[in-house]
């Protein structure tokens, strides 16, 4: 294990590829009713899955202790303090006005508008409040997209993923805390006061695990060289980089998508948002983020117990995150499966856009996670969801049995993916054909809820061979605009197209309609948008889509299906708030590599490549005691971290915390250099060819609509 100064400045952090940032008042969806090809496969859905099987129920409400009522948390500190950081009320839909009873048979039943595993799902996923996990652990669920998880140590709660803000983090400590005389606490068995927070532990790095921890913990208590009594924060190797970096490069794209992943724009209703697979949705309230002082950077370390108890850490970088890890508590026979075991198929790749994710690695991991614990193991809980015990007296270990069918189901995906792919299919011929064995399927933890097995199965082909399928017809095709047009035009025009399309509408094939009208809308509703023909094609392609969207098990799958058909229907609304991605927060947080990485990406190469002589410039930030070498040639940024040349063009005397108000456009640089030697003129040539000032209409760019 590492340890890791905490910087004495730590600010308030990023929310990057969730989308909190958007629970916004919606435009109303104009929703068709699902129709009877859509009504008969969820009819089916209902004769091939065992609907009978409501186990999940009774773990999803077991150990339950208390909830807030009504479950509302209100936005405390931030700008936008006219609505709450989380409310569930609007999802009482799904209950029909019940008090979350632990049997489907008291809710009401799936409407055709909703695949009906997807709606058994968004119903489990109503169950909110505090729940015991074995005396000592104890989970908040349902007030987040994730879960918050409390252990009792000898002075105070070692807290695990505080949420995705600070607003939904604190409520969650206060009611564990304002019940903790109902929690029978094995160390504090007579407490009524609250417990301190004596640890906190990041299982990875994405942002609805680590944004809410100022609200549990104030950045001043946390150990540091000042403070070496502190709290610790724990989180696995490349944490912090990961945090900052993974949607910050591209984190306008990602969050744009996100938008559609989640369902932020749509009503939430029977016709619009139910779901996310892993959770309702994400909180709206503030982003923090308190830099991690002791790093995992290993499996199985013989570490000093965290507030006197027994943690055993294994290292699981690539899996669900570039970095993660799982923990065993031997005292408690309780595994922590961050989220590499929840009870949905994940993702292998992320809709809203990312890094396609290691499957062979992810079931590696725990295979070895089962040979590490499987024989001490009760019960495994997540970060998602409920947890799974074992049941005394039964032959098998549940705990055992979970976990290897979620190692096989990734694996299956996997090797059968490449199985097909070396006898010659591609990539959209086997995510086509591809089931899982009964085996498999019939677990209601290996559903895709989340991820998909159609867009897993991409995801591993297109790991080890990328997007191109090695047809020649699809190395050089035709972008969008250009191709549909072509498609329209040898189909007889827009309004033959039309015709056929309407006509395989009726018969349900929806995926093709939206394919075709798709083509029809890009190659020729750019400049005809008022067209009857385009307004048509507009209309039938938002029909076959919600149509799609009601079909689907996925949550994101439908969300995507039905914004889009929203936005066919009324357009891109670019007068919606803008996320602030590059905050000053974000930029504060990000270390110098990060900032000159971020640059190169900004940087108009055509622009810069004009100056055939280039430009070299050292920086040095006297601040932080770092130099560079920064290198604009062939319109590529480069740096060298510690290298400082005698001849370049300008040599820069400068605080980092000044370049980072000139990034944010608060300061101009002629007013922040210390020093300069050289021609300064130089480097003010060089920094208008970075394209840092975004229109806030630039956000909300086309999708659905060329």
Same mark, same amino acid.
Request: aromatic share 10%; charged share 20%.
């Given at each position: 294990?590492?340890?890791?100064?905490?910087?004495?400045?730590?600010?308030?952090?990023?929310?990057?590829?969730?989308?909190?940032?958007?629970?916004?008042?919606?435009?109303?969806?104009?929703?068709n009713?699902?129709?009877?090809?859509?009504?008969?496969?969820?009819?089916?859905?209902?004769?091939?899955?065992?609907?009978?099987?409501?186990?999940?129920?009774?773990?999803?409400?077991?150990g339950?202790?208390?909830?807030?009522?009504?479950?509302?948390?209100?936005?405390?500190?931030?700008?936008?303090?006219?609505?709450?950081?989380?409310?569930?009320?609007?999802?009482?839909?799904?209950?029909?006005?019940?008090?979350?009873?632990?049997?489907?048979?008291?809710?009401?039943?799936?409407?055709?508008?909703?695949?009906?595993?997807?709606?058994r799902?968004?119903?489990?996923?109503?169950?909110?409040?505090?729940?015991?996990?074995?005396p000592g652990?104890?989970q908040?669920?349902?007030?987040?997209?994730?879960?918050?998880?409390?252990?009792?140590?000898?002075?105070?709660?070692?807290?695990?993923?505080?949420?995705?803000s600070?607003?939904?983090?604190?409520?969650?400590?206060?009611?564990?805390?304002?019940?903790?005389?109902?929690?029978q606490?094995?160390?504090?068995?007579?407490?009524?006061?609250?417990?301190?927070?004596?640890?906190?532990?990041?299982?990875?790095?994405?942002?609805?695990?680590?944004?809410?921890?100022?609200?549990?913990?104030?950045?001043?208590?946390?150990?540091?060289?000042?403070?070496?009594?502190?709290?610790?924060?724990?989180?696995?190797?490349?944490?912090?980089?990961?945090?900052?970096?993974?949607?910050?490069?591209?984190?306008?794209?990602?969050?744009?998508?996100?938008?559609?992943?989640?369902?932020?724009?749509?009503?939430?209703g029977?016709?619009?948002?139910?779901?996310?697979?892993?959770?309702?949705?994400?909180?709206?309230?503030?982003?923090?983020?308190i830099?991690?002082?002791?790093?995992?950077?290993?499996?199985?370390?013989?570490?000093?117990?965290?507030?006197?108890?027994?943690?055993?850490?294994?290292?699981?970088?690539?899996?669900?995150?570039?970095?993660?890890?799982?923990?065993?508590?031997?005292?408690?026979?309780?595994?922590?499966?961050?989220?590499?075991?929840?009870?949905?198929?994940?993702?292998?790749?992320?809709?809203?856009?990312?890094?396609?994710? %290691? $499957? @062979? *690695?992810?079931?590696? =991991?725990?295979?070895?996670?089962?040979?590490?614990?499987?024989?001490? !193991?009760?019960? &495994?809980?997540a970060?998602?969801?409920?947890?799974?015990?074992?049941?005394?007296?039964?032959?098998?270990?549940?705990?055992?049995?979970?976990?290897?069918?979620?190692?096989?189901?990734y694996?299956?995906?996997?090797?059968?993916?490449?199985?097909?792919?070396?006898?010659?299919?591609?990539?959209?011929?086997?995510?086509?054909?591809?089931k899982?064995? %009964? $085996? @498999? *399927?019939n677990?209601? =933890?290996?559903?895709?809820?989340?991820?998909?097995?159609?867009?897993? !199965?991409?995801? &591993?082909?297109?790991?080890?061979?990328?997007?191109?399928?090695?047809?020649?017809?699809?190395?050089?095709?035709?972008?969008?605009?250009?191709?549909?047009?072509?498609?329209?035009?040898?189909?007889?025009?827009?309004?033959?197209a039309?015709?056929?399309?309407?006509?395989?509408?009726?018969?349900?094939?929806?995926?093709?309609?939206?394919?075709?009208?798709?083509? @029809?809308?890009?190659?020729?509703?750019?400049?005809?948008?008022?067209?009857?023909?385009?307004?048509?094609?507009?209309?039938?392609?938002a029909?076959?889509?919600?149509?799609?969207?009601?079909?689907?098990?996925?949550?994101?799958?439908?969300?995507?299906?039905?914004?889009?058909?929203?936005?066919?229907?009324?357009?891109?609304?670019?007068?919606?708030?803008?996320?602030?991605?590059?905050?000053?927060?974000v930029?504060?947080?990000?270390?110098?590599?990060?900032?000159?990485?971020?640059?190169?990406?900004?940087?108009?190469?055509?622009?810069?490549?004009?100056?055939?002589?280039?430009?070299?410039?050292?920086?040095?930030?006297?601040?932080?005691?770092?130099?560079?070498?920064?290198?604009?040639?062939?319109?590529?940024?480069?740096?060298?971290?510690?290298?400082?040349?005698?001849?370049?063009?300008?040599?820069?005397?400068?605080?980092?915390?000044?370049?980072?108000?000139?990034?944010?456009?608060?300061?101009e640089?002629?007013?922040?250099v210390?020093?300069?030697?050289?021609?300064?003129?130089?480097?003010?040539?060089?920094?208008?060819?970075?394209?840092?000032?975004?229109?806030?209409?630039?956000?909300w760019?086309?999708?659905?609509?060329?």
């Open positions: 294990m590492k340890c890791r100064k905490s910087p004495t400045n730590w600010l308030a952090v990023f929310a990057a590829f969730l989308i909190a940032w958007m629970q916004m008042s919606p435009t109303a969806l104009a929703a009713p699902a129709s009877q090809a859509t009504k008969d496969i969820h009819d089916q859905v209902l004769l091939d899955l065992p609907f009978e099987n409501i186990e999940d129920f009774d773990l999803a409400t077991r339950f202790i208390a909830r807030l009522e009504p479950p509302i948390i209100e936005v405390i500190e931030g700008e936008e303090n006219d609505r709450p950081a989380w409310d569930l009320e609007p999802y009482n839909f799904l209950l029909d006005g019940q008090t979350v009873p632990s049997s489907p048979d008291d809710l009401p039943e799936a409407p055709y508008t909703v695949n009906p595993s997807l709606w799902i968004s119903q489990l996923n109503m169950q909110h409040g505090l729940y015991e996990v074995v652990i104890y908040v669920r349902g007030y987040d997209l994730s879960v918050m998880t409390l252990v009792e140590g000898h002075t105070g709660w070692i807290l695990i993923d505080p949420l995705t600070k607003e939904t983090a604190k409520a969650a400590l206060d009611l564990a805390n304002a019940n903790i005389a109902n929690m606490l094995p160390r504090h068995p007579r407490r009524t006061k609250p417990l301190p927070v004596s640890a906190v532990i990041y299982t990875h790095s994405h942002v609805d695990h680590f944004a809410g921890v100022q609200g549990v913990i104030a950045p001043e208590d946390v150990k540091s060289e000042d403070n070496p009594d502190g709290v610790p924060i724990y989180a696995p190797e490349g944490f912090l980089e990961e945090a900052v970096s993974e949607n910050v490069f591209v984190g306008d794209a990602m969050s744009r998508r996100g938008s559609y992943m989640y369902g932020t724009l749509l009503p939430k029977i016709d619009g948002q139910v779901d996310s697979g892993l959770g309702k949705t994400t909180s709206s309230g503030q982003f923090t983020l830099a991690p002082t002791d790093i995992i950077d290993g499996t199985m370390e013989d570490l000093p117990p965290v507030d006197g108890i027994r943690i055993q850490f294994q290292n699981v970088p690539g899996s669900e995150a570039p970095a993660e890890i799982m923990f065993y508590f031997p005292e408690f026979h309780a595994l922590c499966a961050s989220e590499d075991a929840t009870h949905t198929l994940h993702n292998l790749y992320t809709l809203r856009g990312a890094k396609v994710r %290691d $499957s @062979l *690695a992810w079931a590696n =991991y725990l295979s070895e996670t089962i040979e590490l614990f499987g024989d001490d !193991v009760e019960v &495994v809980f970060s998602h969801h409920w947890p799974t015990w074992d049941e005394p007296g039964t032959p098998e270990n549940e705990v055992v049995e979970y976990l290897k069918k979620q190692r096989d189901l694996k299956y995906i996997h090797d059968q993916t490449l199985h097909q792919a070396n006898k010659g299919y591609t990539m959209l011929e086997i995510a086509e054909d591809f899982l064995p %009964d $085996s @498999l *399927a677990e209601w =933890y290996n559903r895709g809820y989340y991820g998909s097995i159609n867009h897993n !199965v991409k995801a &591993v082909y297109q790991r080890y061979l990328g997007w191109f399928d090695g047809n020649p017809a699809h190395l050089h095709s035709l972008p969008p605009e250009q191709a549909g047009a072509k498609y329209i035009e040898y189909m007889g025009g827009p309004a033959v039309i015709e056929k399309a309407e006509t395989d509408y009726e018969n349900g094939k929806y995926r093709w309609v939206a394919q075709v009208m798709s083509d @029809l809308v890009f190659g020729f509703c750019k400049d005809n948008d008022i067209d009857l023909d385009c307004l048509d094609a507009k209309q039938l392609e029909d076959a889509l919600e149509q799609m969207g009601y079909q689907a098990e996925s949550g994101p799958w439908r969300n995507f299906f039905l914004t889009g058909a929203q936005e066919l229907r009324d357009g891109v609304n670019t007068r919606l708030p803008v996320p602030d991605v590059i905050s000053a927060e930029i504060h947080s990000m270390t110098s590599d990060l900032i000159f990485d971020y640059l190169a990406i900004k940087l108009d190469g055509w622009e810069a490549a004009k100056n055939e002589e280039g430009y070299k410039f050292n920086v040095i930030f006297p601040d932080t005691s770092e130099n560079y070498l920064l290198s604009v040639e062939n319109g590529v940024l480069t740096y060298t971290n510690g290298k400082l040349i005698g001849n370049p063009n300008t040599t820069i005397f400068i605080n980092r915390t000044d370049l980072d108000d000139v990034i944010l456009g608060d300061k640089i002629s007013e922040v210390l020093s300069h030697g050289g021609e300064l003129q130089d480097f003010q040539d060089f920094w208008s060819l970075l394209d840092l000032d975004l229109e806030p209409s630039e956000f760019f086309n999708i659905v609509l060329p």
